[in-house]
């Protein structure tokens, strides 16, 4: 059964400072990994998406796999209170097919002004 | 332009109504999905249709029925609902062959199950 696994929170962060969610999963044979966020009451959006062991960096986001410890976080940097939302860990088990995401329970992230 | 369109945005009806929600792209993607999102939890997967084929069903009631007319278009009919089926109903599509098949999501539509 594949599984994802993340802290609920509420995680709270002062404004300008480093927010950092985590993630692991169970499938060893999941292949691509990815960071929404969802604001209440809308649709999930793509933040990041990752599928080489290592960091990617996209402005004030870097997302880290690590496949070894089957394990994913996502950073962000000079935290803004517009970043406070339920950010979600999706992972993916084929590469190239159509299949679909199973997401954590997300993390609840509040920056305070 | 990443835009997933869903009709309508709320939807009301009662357990002996038959209904139907509309999504539509125009971004040429072969994948379509339906996820259902109860209150505070995250998205679940209900179907996936691969080049207009239903590829995935992931054990769903049958008073849910998916179509996928063609590859821009994805329609979920909805018959003798009950309450606990209401929640936010999310359509997602996606590229086929590409490493990452990044999933975009329409805004949804929020069913009420009276």
């Known amino acids: 059964q594949k599984e994802v696994e993340q802290n609920s929170g509420p995680l709270s962060v002062p404004e300008g400072a480093i927010a950092s969610l985590n993630c692991t999963y169970s499938d060893r044979g999941s292949q691509s990994f990815f960071w929404y966020r969802q604001y209440s009451g809308k649709s999930p959006e793509l933040i990041m998406f990752i599928y080489s062991n290592g960091d990617k960096e996209d402005g004030r986001f870097t997302a880290q796999l690590n496949k070894a410890s089957q394990y994913v976080s996502l950073l962000i940097r000079d935290s803004q209170p517009s970043d406070s939302a339920t950010y979600l860990c999706a992972v993916k088990h084929s590469g190239g097919g159509a299949d679909g995401l199973t997401f954590g329970k997300g993390t609840h992230l509040i920056i305070q002004p | 332009d990443t835009e997933v369109t869903q009709t309508p945005k709320h939807l009301v009806m009662g357990m002996t109504n038959k209904k139907s929600l509309k999504c539509e792209q125009h971004?040429?993607?072969?994948?379509m999905y339906w996820y259902k999102q109860k209150a505070k939890k995250p998205p679940e997967l209900m179907f996936v249709y691969s080049y207009e084929k239903l590829s995935i069903n992931e054990s769903v009631p049958s008073r849910f029925s998916p179509e996928c007319p063609n590859s821009s278009l994805l329609n979920l009919h909805l018959h003798a609902l009950q309450p606990e089926d209401s929640a936010l109903y999310l359509c997602a599509s996606s590229q086929i062959g590409e490493r990452e098949n990044i999933q975009y999501f329409g805004a949804g539509t929020r069913l009420s199950v009276l």
């Open positions: 971004m040429g993607h072969r994948a």
